[in-house]
């Protein structure tokens, strides 16, 4: 890696790097983390630190007590465990002997996560207490299961015993692997589609890192705040410190600022990989806080485009010197290409507004980025027909020494998703964009979620882009319904906050005039208000506009409306709240009437409460934005009878 690892050869493995790092800098810090639920006397959490000797030591004793657990090369491990020093070390463990992490974002949802740990065929299992409560919950996702490690505060084989166990025992090198073993199975969030089990081979994860290295650091900078767990293996592997800040890295979007910029001003830190949702906030606390930040040189963002508005705002809560980029990749190739702040706040910063979409910069180093036509059909083989020209719209394809050369045992996936081209394979991303004259990629969407309309396609990010200029629009959201070749399209709005809904009549005018006066924009005849866009949890910038999509069929055609005797279904919950009241006007001494009374409180105030979870999860499936605590009371108010009958409406018309 440059300016890390130049003694090293460059195709050394992440575990070799470590070790060497280890007899280079045996007492640096390796990795900086919460010391539990500590505090300090000032009120800050407090911090414990792991040297380069110790954590190598802890991650070999660690990959031997894994053997004598009967993980070894190949054992594809589902690993449940809190992002943290304890995952570091076992990431680097499992690596150590060649066993194979299976990787899912619990963001996905609960069904979704077991499904896919299911459908992978995991062979070990390690996790934290609650985890092993699930695993026995749910036994069919863990079926194949034959070795089990529990790790975490208060079990009885804490990774602390567990690397106990291992001191005892022999301690071997780092399994040789090659170039094409099979090193991690990472799921795809699963935002468009089905979650895919992407294999991460030892050669895609090397050029991974060195792809990052090779794009973003320089040789003196020496630590970085970890809101990626896998930024801080790579960061580990490169010999930096990596600081692990007190946040739950499952819910970037909730962190605390405040406490982001006190780890990097205590540790002085250099750099940060994090997503839009986590540097929007920080960007904020900073300029409010008027808090300096002079370490911190390098920003790393990805999980969404970065818009120029939050470039800018975090160029002027940085030194001058700092560099910020937004990096273009996903769980198949990373990163596929990235552009650094002054370059997209120069010339592309207008492209969005005018409707060309986002500027995600020229390839990463060791990648080849393509735009081929759009076709939602497999592609076996690459031909010269396949490519478009320079400003014109297709689909992004990518290949290089970071990019998964296929699914896990999904032969489907791969017809989908690959193209095979001689000795090397194309990857196709799913998503619309196009190259200019520069050979800067510029991102317009998913395919998936284009609209197609009558008149053409329209794509999300390119349309939306225009919208999102004005001033009392937070961000917009472009869905379509009906019969493919004749969708019609529809701009969902999320309103800034403090925006009062009365001024939702001005604002349409001002949106409507927006887009009528661009070319791209002007089909868009039908602008719908909501109160909040749902999300994935992970990234919490990711729309699920398939959501949207029913919500704004729903308002515009009430499709999704109660009928009849769905209204009526609903009085029968309401007289049973009426009952609950006559009962003082009730005569005691009745046996049947008091039974009825109880039976009565019973069905209205448990039954109802044990609902709320199902309530909440079918609120979230109709995308209408309401308030948790708005579900919970009419849940308990109304009982499934509110929410059933839409949700059934709703996978009716999906079907």
Same mark, same amino acid.
């Given at each position: 890696?440059?300016?890390?690892?130049?003694a090293l050869r460059?195709?050394a493995?992440?575990t070799?790097?470590l070790?060497?790092?280890?007899?280079?800098t045996?007492d640096?810090?390796?990795?900086i983390?919460p010391?539990?639920d500590?505090?300090?006397?000032?009120?800050r959490?407090?911090?414990?630190?792991?040297?380069?000797?110790?954590?190598?030591?802890?991650?070999?004793a660690?990959?031997?007590?894994l053997e004598?657990h009967?993980i070894?090369?190949?054992?594809?491990?589902?690993?449940l465990?809190t992002p943290?020093v304890?995952l570091?070390?076992?990431?680097?463990?499992l690596?150590?002997v060649?066993?194979?992490?299976v990787?899912?974002d619990?963001g996905?949802g609960?069904s979704?996560?077991?499904?896919?740990?299911?459908?992978?065929?995991v062979?070990?299992?390690?996790?934290?207490?609650?985890?092993h409560?699930?695993?026995?919950?749910?036994p069919?996702?863990f079926?194949g299961?034959?070795?089990l490690?529990?790790?975490g505060?208060?079990?009885g084989?804490?990774?602390?015993?567990?690397?106990?166990?291992?001191?005892?025992?022999?301690?071997?090198?780092?399994?040789e692997?090659?170039?094409?073993?099979?090193?991690?199975?990472?799921?795809?969030?699963g935002?468009t589609?089905?979650?895919?089990?992407?294999e991460?081979?030892?050669g895609m994860?090397?050029?991974?890192?060195?792809g990052v290295?090779?794009g973003?650091?320089?040789?003196d900078?020496?630590?970085?705040?970890?809101?990626?767990?896998l930024m801080?293996?790579?960061?580990?592997?490169?010999?930096?410190?990596?600081?692990?800040?007190?946040?739950?890295?499952?819910?970037?979007?909730?962190?605390?600022?405040?406490?982001?910029?006190?780890?990097?001003?205590?540790f002085?830190?250099?750099? =940060?990989?994090?997503?839009?949702?986590?540097?929007g906030?920080l960007?904020?606390?900073?300029?409010?806080?008027?808090?300096k930040?002079?370490s911190?040189?390098?920003i790393?963002?990805?999980?969404?485009?970065?818009?120029p508005?939050l470039?800018?705002?975090l160029?002027a809560?940085l030194?001058?010197?700092a560099?910020?980029f937004s990096t273009?990749?996903s769980?198949?190739?990373?990163?596929m290409?990235?552009?650094?702040s002054?370059?997209?706040l120069?010339?592309?910063?207008a492209?969005?507004?005018?409707g060309?979409?986002?500027?995600v910069?020229?390839?990463?180093?060791?990648?080849s980025?393509r735009?081929?036509?759009?076709?939602?059909?497999?592609i076996p083989r690459?031909?010269?027909?396949l490519?478009?020209a320079?400003?014109?719209?297709?689909?992004?394809?990518?290949s290089g020494?970071?990019?998964?050369?296929?699914?896990?045992q999904?032969?489907?996936?791969?017809?989908?998703h690959k193209?095979?081209d001689g000795?090397?394979r194309?990857?196709?991303t799913?998503?619309?964009g196009?190259?200019?004259g520069?050979?800067?990629?510029w991102?317009?969407?998913?395919?998936?979620h284009?609209?197609?309309?009558?008149d053409g396609?329209?794509h999300?990010?390119r349309?939306?882009?225009?919208?999102?200029?004005?001033?009392?629009?937070?961000r917009?959201?472009l869905?379509?319904?009906?019969?493919?070749?004749?969708?019609r399209?529809?701009?969902c709005?999320?309103?800034?906050?403090?925006?009062?809904?009365?001024?939702?009549?001005?604002?349409?005018?001002?949106?409507?005039?927006?887009?009528?006066?661009n070319?791209i924009?002007k089909?868009?005849?039908?602008?719908?208000?909501h109160?909040a866009?749902?999300?994935?949890i992970?990234?919490?910038a990711?729309?699920?506009r398939?959501?949207?999509?029913?919500?704004?069929?729903?308002?515009?055609?009430g499709?999704r409306r109660?009928?009849?005797?769905?209204?009526?279904?609903?009085?029968v919950?309401l007289?049973?709240?009426?009952?609950?009241?006559?009962?003082?006007l009730l005569?005691?001494?009745h046996?049947?009437?008091?039974?009825?009374?109880?039976?009565?409180?019973?069905?209205?105030?448990?039954?109802?409460?044990?609902?709320?979870p199902?309530?909440?999860h079918?609120?979230?499936?109709?995308g209408?934005?309401r308030k948790?605590?708005?579900?919970a009371?009419?849940? =308990?108010?109304?009982?499934?009878?509110w929410w059933?009958?839409?949700?059934?409406k709703?996978?009716?018309v999906?079907?």
């Open positions: 890696m440059p300016g890390t690892t130049t460059q195709d493995f992440l070799e790097l070790a060497w790092h280890a007899i280079r045996p640096k810090p390796a990795v983390h010391d539990g500590r505090m300090e006397s000032a009120g959490p407090a911090y414990a630190s792991v040297g380069y000797a110790e954590f190598a030591s802890r991650v070999t660690c990959a031997a007590a004598e009967g070894g090369r190949g054992t594809r491990t589902a690993l465990v943290g304890d570091l070390t076992l990431a680097f463990a690596m150590h060649g066993a194979v992490p990787v899912v619990p996905m609960l979704r996560m077991l499904d896919c740990i299911h459908r992978v065929g062979q070990a299992f390690i996790g934290v207490p609650s985890a409560i699930l695993r026995r919950l749910r069919r996702a079926a299961v034959q070795s490690i529990k790790v505060r208060g079990s084989t804490a990774l602390e015993e567990l690397t106990a166990l291992g001191a005892r025992l022999p301690q071997l090198p780092p399994l692997s090659g170039h094409d073993d099979l090193a991690l199975i990472g799921y795809t969030t935002s589609g089905p979650a895919k089990p992407v991460l081979t030892v994860l090397r050029g991974m890192a060195y290295e090779g973003h650091f320089t040789a900078m020496h630590s970085t705040l970890v809101t990626l767990p801080g293996v790579f960061d580990l592997a490169a010999g930096r410190t990596a600081v692990v800040p007190k946040m739950n890295m499952g819910r970037v979007g909730a962190a605390d600022p405040a406490l982001l910029t006190d780890a990097i001003q205590r002085s830190v250099n750099a =940060m990989f994090a997503s839009p949702a986590l540097l906030p960007s904020a606390h900073l300029a409010e806080s008027g808090a930040v002079p911190l040189r390098l790393v963002s990805g999980g969404a485009p970065v818009s508005e470039m800018g705002a160029r809560v030194p001058d010197e560099r910020v273009y990749g769980t198949e190739a990373l990163p290409a990235l552009v650094e002054r370059e997209a120069a010339g592309p910063a492209g969005p507004a005018e060309l979409g986002v500027c910069g020229r390839p990463a180093p060791g990648t980025v735009t081929i036509k759009v076709s939602d059909r497999p690459w031909t010269p027909q490519p478009v320079a400003g014109e719209m297709g689909e992004i394809v990518v020494q970071a990019v998964s050369p296929r699914y896990f999904a032969p489907q996936a791969d017809a989908e193209i095979q000795g090397r194309w990857h196709r799913g998503d619309v196009w190259i200019d520069e050979g800067r990629l991102f317009c969407g998913r395919k998936s284009r609209v197609r309309a009558a396609d329209l999300t990010v349309c939306e882009s225009v919208f999102n200029t004005h001033p009392q629009v937070q917009t959201a869905v379509g319904f009906g019969p493919y070749g004749e969708q399209p529809v701009l709005v999320e309103l800034a906050p403090g925006t009062d809904r009365k001024q939702w009549p001005s604002i349409e005018g001002e949106l409507r005039e927006l887009g009528a006066n070319p924009t089909a868009i005849a039908d602008f719908l208000p109160p866009f749902p999300v994935d992970r990234h919490n990711k729309i699920r398939e959501l949207l999509a029913g919500w704004a069929e729903d308002q515009l055609t499709s109660p009928t009849a005797a769905d209204r009526a279904l609903r009085a919950p007289l049973g709240w009426a009952y609950l009241a006559a009962w003082p005569p005691l001494d046996v049947a009437l008091t039974a009825l009374w109880w039976l009565d409180a019973f069905l209205s105030v448990v039954v109802h409460a044990v609902q709320i199902s309530a909440l079918a609120e979230e499936e109709l209408t934005g948790p605590w708005a579900t009371a009419l849940t =308990m108010l109304f009982g499934a009878t059933r009958p839409r949700s059934s709703r996978k009716g999906a079907a």
